[in-house]
Structures are given as C-alpha cells and as structure tokens.
C-alpha cells in the first residue's frame, strides 16, 4: 500500500510485527540483550541486541519507508551514525565536503578520519563546482542542505549526477528538513544521514542517529559495521524516537509556520543586518529549495548590527532558550561562533560567515506571538 508520508511516520510500512499477540497499539519495547535460541542452528531471527532488536529494527523500517530506502540503521547519536559512513572508507581515500557542515562532523574528519589516512576538500558545494577538486583517490562527496548554520542550499539532483559521472557516493546530511520535507535517496544520493536528536526525536530529550540508503552493498557493509562497532541505538530510545516521529508532520508544519513569521519580523528590523532563512522569496536558496524540497523548514540564521547586541539578545531571551541543539518542540537560539562551530579553524569559520554576530534560531512550536514577543524585548 502506498500511502502518504504522515500515515507512514505513524505506520511506516504498515507491516505488522508478527510476534506481539498483545495487540499493543504502542510498539513494545524489548529491553533484553539478548534472546534464547530454540535449539542449535535455530533463531527467532534476533541473537543479541547489538546486532539487533525488535523495536530498532521497527525504528529502521519506518525510516527506511520515510526516506524512500530499502534499508536504514539507527545509531545512538548522529554522530556515531556519521562515524560509522567513515568506515566505509580506508587509508589514501579522499573526500569532498561541504565546508558549512555541521561543526562535529567536521571535528570528527579533521581530527578522527584524517588521522585514519582520509583526506578532505572542504568546499562550498552550494556554489563552487565540485569537478574541478575530483581527484583520482576521491571516493564520496559529503554534503548537508541547507547548511549548518549558513543556510545555502545545494541542487541535490546537480551534485548527484556529477558525483555518479565519477563513480562517487553522494552523503547527504538531511538533518535540517527531516524526511518530512526532503528526500535526498529520490534526488538521487547514495545515502541519507540525520541526527535523529533532532527533528526525528523532535523533543530536546533523546540522542539518535540515522542512515538510510537504497544499496545492497552499502547496507551489508553498514550491517557489518554496527554489529561490530556496537554503536546501535538503545530499545528505550529506539522507542522515543519512534514515538517523535509519529507527530513529525504537524511538528514539521508548525515549526515552519513559526520559522515564517519570526523571519518576517526580523527582516523587518533595522538592528538585523541579514536574515539566512530558504524561505525567503527571490533567494536562490528559495528557487532550488522549491524545486527539490516540499517545505523550507524551521531553522533561520540572522546577522545582528554589533557583536554586543547578538550577546544581549542570547541574555535577555525570556521564553526561547540560549541552548545548543535543534528540532525540538521548544524555540531555541545558538551562538555558532562559540558554540556548535567552536572546534572549527577560525579562518575557515570566518570565510563562511559565521562571524560573533551570527545567531541560529530553531523555531519551536510555541505560539507564534510569545516567540517574537520575546524576541522583541530582547532587541535592547
Ligand atoms: C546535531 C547534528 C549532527 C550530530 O548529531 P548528534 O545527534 O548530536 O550526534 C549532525 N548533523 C547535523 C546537521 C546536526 O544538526
């Protein structure tokens, strides 16, 4: 049955799982490490839970189905889902990435992967074209649209037909629109990978991380990999996660809505200098998004007139919180500079434009009129 994308965060791919004669309409969770054998050569198709349970698994179809993938795995953070993509590769193999990424990825393949014998071109994939860095060795390109905390939006049917020209895996981070709005695997990449904290959980309390991908080859590689690394996400949180997604329609919708309005109210203010928000109309991040995305999500970034007013407005926020993180329920504001880019080389950092009067606001799903309320007595 093909049904549409809300009924399938709820249902996912309507199968029904065989062993619960409960008829519990919340998916059980299976809090056991490990499950007991009939007889020798004999499984009731789960063994130990780092290789897998009941309700991961559960979690992993419905992602699969949401993203428009056979196959997904459930980490137990985006981080450890983003680790796991890097053993995918060895020594000597070079890839190119978006040089706006989120600040922890690129952490991990400046310090982690590089050490590892991986080689980076951080680029900005939104503009520049990234078959003039293709080497010999490049095996994959890496990139996130919108980006973290920029915004720039990238053609994701562009970038994979060059990527598939050269033979190279095209990863795509969709943390920032959730498969709610996009669906990178349909656009033509490789793989998908999310922070499941984010939108997916949807509410500030659970760490998880995603990959979907329509290969048999990857997914072998990628079974191999978490049973042996044992970076699988836990059953209870497998179980938060299921449960955020079963709303992620009308958390998408109205984190939109809100996002909407706090960009209209900012665009008009003379203390911003530059809204960075995909749905704003005569951008180019507006045309391509429109093209390949069903919404310009909740995330919006702003340049205020002095480094003063962005640290003012981050003490006097009353009802938004001056917390890191997205996605969630509750309106959040983050300082990239000193924040979630910090570990980032300045020079680098500077160059994409995340200078001291940067701010990055995650709409939430309060009430419109309290959220720019409270952004308005912040504005001195
Ligand atoms: C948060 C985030 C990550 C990392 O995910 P964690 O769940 O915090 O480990 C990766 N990519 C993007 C775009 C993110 O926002």
């Known amino acids: 049955?093909?049904?549409?994308?809300?009924?399938?965060?709820?249902?996912?791919?309507?199968?029904?799982?065989?062993?619960?004669?409960?008829?519990?309409?919340?998916?059980?969770?299976?809090?056991?490490?490990?499950?007991?054998?009939?007889?020798?050569?004999?499984?009731?198709?789960?063994?130990?839970?780092?290789?897998?349970?009941?309700?991961?698994?559960?979690?992993?179809?419905?992602?699969?189905?949401?993203?428009?993938?056979?196959?997904?795995?459930?980490?137990?953070?985006?981080?450890?889902?983003?680790?796991?993509?890097?053993?995918?590769?060895?020594?000597?193999?070079?890839?190119?990435?978006?040089?706006d990424l989120y600040g922890g990825s690129i952490r991990l393949f400046n310090n982690i992967s590089s050490k590892n014998g991986i080689s980076f071109s951080f680029l900005d994939c939104s503009?520049?074209?990234?078959?003039?860095?293709?080497?010999?060795?490049?095996?994959?390109?890496?990139?996130?649209?919108?980006?973290?905390?920029?915004?720039?939006?990238?053609?994701?049917?562009?970038?994979?037909?060059?990527?598939?020209?050269?033979?190279?895996?095209?990863?795509?981070?969709?943390?920032?629109?959730?498969?709610?709005?996009?669906?990178?695997?349909?656009?033509?990449?490789?793989?998908?990978?999310?922070?499941?904290?984010?939108?997916?959980?949807?509410?500030?309390?659970?760490?998880a991380g995603i990959i979907v991908t329509n290969s048999e080859e990857i997914t072998e590689k990628l079974r191999f990999i978490i049973k042996t690394v044992g970076s699988g996400l836990s059953p209870f949180d497998s179980w938060l996660i299921l449960r955020g997604i079963k709303t992620l329609s009308v958390r998408m919708e109205r984190a939109q809505a809100n996002a909407e309005r706090i960009a209209a109210f900012l665009l008009k203010r003379p203390e911003i200098k530059m809204v960075y928000y995909p749905g704003i109309k005569g951008t180019r991040a507006y045309e391509i998004c429109k093209k390949q995305a069903r919404g310009f999500g909740s995330m919006l970034t702003f340049e205020t007139e002095s480094r003063e007013l962005a640290l003012h407005i981050l003490k006097s926020v009353k009802l938004i919180q001056f917390a890191e993180s997205l996605g969630g329920t509750e309106t959040l504001l983050t300082y990239p500079a000193t924040q979630t880019h910090a570990d980032m080389p300045e020079e680098a950092r500077i160059k994409n434009g995340i200078i001291d009067r940067i701010l990055r606001l995650s709409a939430g799903i309060e009430t419109a009129e309290d959220l720019i309320n409270d952004l308005e007595q912040a504005l001195y």
Do not use: W
């Open 1 to 99: 049955m093909d049904c549409g994308i809300e009924t399938r965060c709820i249902h996912g791919n309507l199968e029904k799982f065989e062993k619960d004669k409960t008829g519990a309409v919340s998916f059980p969770i299976y809090q056991t490490a490990t499950f007991a054998h009939p007889e020798v050569g004999v499984s009731t198709g789960f063994d130990y839970s780092r290789l897998q349970n009941p309700i991961r698994e559960r979690l992993e179809k419905v992602m699969a189905s949401l993203e428009g993938g056979t196959d997904a795995f459930a980490f137990s953070s985006g981080m450890a889902a983003v680790t796991a993509l890097m053993e995918l590769f060895k020594p000597g193999d070079h890839i190119i990435a978006e040089a």
């Open 127 to 207: 503009g520049d074209n990234i078959e003039n860095y293709i080497k010999e060795n490049t095996k994959a390109v890496f990139i996130e649209t919108p980006t973290n905390p920029m915004m720039n939006v990238t053609d994701i049917r562009k970038i994979s037909e060059t990527a598939k020209r050269h033979n190279l895996l095209l990863i795509v981070d969709n943390t920032f629109l959730s498969p709610y709005f996009q669906n990178p695997l349909k656009l033509g990449a490789g793989i998908v990978v999310h922070s499941g904290t984010k939108f997916l959980g949807g509410h500030n309390d659970t760490l």
